[in-house]
């Protein structure tokens, strides 16, 4: 069974950073996948197995996702956060590559950001 662990959620002030990490198990990584949401159902960020990335609007340009294959880790690094990016980031992967079959799914992690 695929295990998807998020980590790096926190307290942070509106205008700071915080990086997500999503570590996927399994010998496959490199072939899925993999994005995150919030609010388990609110799309915010994904890359597909060839590196494709795709945003949401409220996020761009502030968001930065990346993958390291090497740790089977996939990483969202959140500048300039604002109040309204509170929520429990969830982090999910899609075995077929291409970010439209998110099977497996994390427990999330908290991000608060204060005003």
């Known amino acids: 069974q695929v295990q998807v662990v998020e980590s790096g959620g926190g307290l942070v002030q509106a205008g700071g950073s915080l990086r997500l990490s999503c570590t996927v198990s399994?010998?496959?990584?490199?072939?899925?996948?993999i994005g995150w949401f919030r609010q388990e159902r609110d799309f915010v960020a994904m890359i597909t197995r060839s590196?494709?990335?795709t945003y949401s609007d409220s996020v761009k340009g502030r968001f930065t996702i990346s993958t390291d294959n090497a740790k089977n880790t996939v990483y969202l690094q959140m500048n300039s956060l604002k109040p309204e990016d509170t929520a429990v980031y969830y982090c999910?992967?899609?075995?077929?590559?291409?970010?439209?079959?998110?099977?497996?799914w994390g427990q999330g992690t908290q991000v608060t950001v204060s005003s």
């Open positions: 999910a992967a899609d075995p077929r590559g291409m970010g439209n079959h998110f099977t497996f």
């Open positions: 590196g494709t990335t």
């Open positions: 399994g010998d496959s990584f490199s072939t899925y996948g």
